[in-house]
């Protein structure tokens, strides 16, 4: 059913049909009852793609980011979706898994369905070239890893310094003998891995002593892992994990081997979560500030989409380190 079609059966033009439908003044009541009746038996919807290319203008918004399942981009994603509506646009939620194949066709979708902005956490290569150029018909607003070369409205935090602030807390308990987890293709694992190389040479550990893995950021993987460590000779005294689906896997791991927490092992994680607190003992965690980076990243876009000329912002936000009892010691 078309509007011309709704047109022909109330005996009007497409152009009443159309101020009808969008609520316009000057249709006499009589006409307007005719077409709304004829609208509801025939149960018509109207196109909104077809209405965005004749306006131009879109009331959809992208949000491309590495795992909607995250509880960090869960978070972010509730912000987005608060925000965007109350200003009445739409959220197209996109998943990359940390793949550029993917990421590279969402942001060329987004251009054909003329979204009206974007919000991205990019995937590690994008992160390091000039190649989101490409796609800056509509507004890009950069959450969570920074984009290299790229003018952009952009909404991090310090990860670099929060992964010290964490191992520091961990190392200070004594333990000697440590390991962490950090999730492939991401600039963000990258910088906490930075971090925390950082924390161990500041405290003069011996390389034999600190294990490194980069892997899939899963929950599976992360369990595959970490009972591999706890298999060796001389298992780590201490685990980190560079995010919430990362440790969600370790600390199971841990406990299908019963080990009690932190006397066998010690352990900390990126990402606030509902099981982090509720565990016992509960997580040392890193808190990120998830729903406030959705929340300014949106309101960011928003202003970009009304004023593209105006200067771009780089906004960190602070996370928060959270002790709890899964490190050792007091708190």
Known sequence: MRIKDIAEAAGVSTATVSRV????PNVRQEVREKVLKIVAKTNYRPDKAAQRLRSKKSTY????????????????????????????????????????????????????????GIILAPTLRLSDNFELTRYNTSPIVVIDRQVNGYAADMVLIDNHQAAVELTRHMLAHGYKHIAALFGENSATGQQRKSGFEEAVREAGLAKENVITKTLPPTDQAAHKAVTELLNLETPPQAIITSNGRLGAGAFRAIRDKELPV???????????????????????????????????????LLKRIDDPKRPTRRVVLESRLVVRQSCGGKI
């Open 21 to 24: 439908l969008g609520g316009k």
């Open 61 to 116: 918004i992208g949000l491309i980011v590495a795992d909607i399942q995250s509880p960090f981009f869960a978070s972010v994603a509730r912000a987005v979706e608060d925000v965007a509506q109350k200003n009445n646009y739409s959220v197209i939620f996109c998943n990359t898994d940390e793949n550029h194949e993917k990421e590279r066709m969402y942001l060329e979708m987004m251009q054909s369905e003329n979204a009206a």
């Open 262 to 300: 932190p006397e066998s092992v010690a352990f900390a994680s990126f990402d606030e979560s509902i099981w982090t607190s509720m565990t016992r003992p509960a997580i040392t965690v890193v808190a990120q500030p998830t729903y406030a980076i959705g929340q300014t990243a949106c309101e960011l």
